[in-house]
């Protein structure tokens, strides 16, 4: 089973809006990352936040994560029809610092021009 | 190479035969992952490889799974008898797995359709 839920399953905006997605996860971790997948193929690194940190930016990007309630968000601000794509959030368990990054079921995100 | 490189980027098969993917990762990359991916849904983790160490084959779904790895460079993913519910993208990815880079890089994948 995966342990990283995102919310919602689906966002469609109109270009300029924020938009926002929402992931949680069950165990402690060590680092959340995010990543963006185009046409149901590879995956691309966006920004990657550890366990210590509340706050990131990366150009349009911000991800914060909230360890207390085992949570992080990722806003892009601006959209743009580019950004259609399907975002997830992957997990990298602090029991299991050598291993595998657990990632989510994913948010499909449509920015309507 | 540029980046990491998956083969063949489709492949159709019927049920019952065996089947072999294959993934070459990024030169110098430590780590290398195989994860499924069916239509519409999550990744779904099959195995880890860090370098010399004991793979992590945790996610294997059945014994008709498997997968090896060669020191720190090619890998390949074998189905065999194949089923059609192992029709999915199967995605390989490599990451340095260093103190300030545990990101992964992710190849185009391959598209399995068994029929």
């Known amino acids: 089973s995966q342990q990283g839920e995102e919310d919602p399953q689906a966002l469609s905006i109109q270009e300029g809006e924020n938009a926002t997605m929402n992931c949680s996860y069950k165990t402690s971790i060590n680092n959340l990352q995010w990543y963006r997948q185009n046409s149901g193929r590879g995956l691309v690194h966006l920004i990657l936040?550890?366990?210590?940190?509340r706050e990131k930016h990366s150009g349009r990007l911000r991800v914060t994560l909230d360890t207390s309630k085992k949570s992080s968000s990722l806003l892009i601000t601006a959209s743009r029809a580019a950004d259609t794509a399907s975002y997830f959030c992957?997990?990298?368990?602090?029991?299991?610092?050598?291993?595998?990054?657990?990632f989510g079921q994913g948010t499909e995100l449509s920015v309507k021009p | 190479g540029a980046g990491v490189s998956q083969s063949p980027s489709n492949k159709v098969t019927e049920k019952g035969k065996d089947v072999e993917l294959r993934c070459d990762p990024i030169s110098g990359h430590t780590a290398l992952y195989w994860y499924r991916q069916r239509l519409g849904q999550g990744l779904e983790f099959l195995i880890y490889f860090q370098g010399n160490s004991a793979p992590d084959k945790s996610g294997l779904p059945s014994d008709r799974f498997s997968a090896e790895r060669t020191g720190e460079s090619v890998s390949t993913l074998t189905i065999q008898r194949t089923q059609q519910e192992d029709s999915a993208v199967y995605l390989c990815a490599s990451s340095p797995r260093t103190a300030t880079n545990e990101k992964l890089f992710f190849g185009s994948g391959t598209q399995l359709s068994v029929l």
């Open positions: 936040i550890r366990s210590n940190e």
């Open positions: 992957a997990t990298l368990p602090f029991y299991n610092q050598g291993g595998k990054l657990i």
